[in-house]
Nanobody, 125 residues
Framework: QVQLVESGGGLVQAGDSLSLSCAAS????????MGWFRQAPGKEREFVAA????????DYADSVKGRFTISRDNAKNTMYLQMNSLKPEDTAVYYC??????????????????WGQGTQVTVSS
């Protein structure tokens, strides 16, 4: 059983940067494909970014490509999301998620087994 805890959310202004962290415990972190997802009020949960178990492969939603960077430190059992040039439309609850996958990358939220509790990111205009 994998437990995930997000941190780093907050209130920022448009154009600012914010960094999220996701600390994992209870499993072999380096065996898990990890992802970031977000859900805005009244909207469905959507894919933001994903990273393969080794960290070699990454994928991003078009809406964040070039502004967000996903990374992981398998020695620290932690995944990160660096968010730059934030926009009001980035406002959402951000969730980290995990699925056991040694090779490849998954962006479909329905295929993730473990989820954190979420952290609020609010970007004011």
């Amino acid at each position: 059983q994998v437990q995930l805890v997000e941190s780093g959310g907050g209130l920022v202004q448009a154009g600012d940067s914010l960094s999220l962290s996701c600390a994992a415990s209870g499993g072999t972190f380096s065996s898990y494909n990890m992802g970031w997802f977000r859900q805005a009020p009244g909207k469905e949960r959507e894919f933001v970014a994903a990273i393969s178990a080794s960290g070699v492969m990454t994928d991003y939603a078009d809406s964040v490509k070039g502004r967000f960077t996903i990374s992981r430190d398998n020695a620290k059992n932690t995944m990160y999301l660096q968010m730059n040039s934030l926009k009001p439309e980035d406002t959402a609850v951000y969730y980290c998620a995990a699925v056991r996958l040694l090779f490849g990358i998954i962006t479909d939220p329905n295929k993730y087994n473990y989820w954190g509790q979420g952290t609020q990111v609010t970007v004011s205009s």
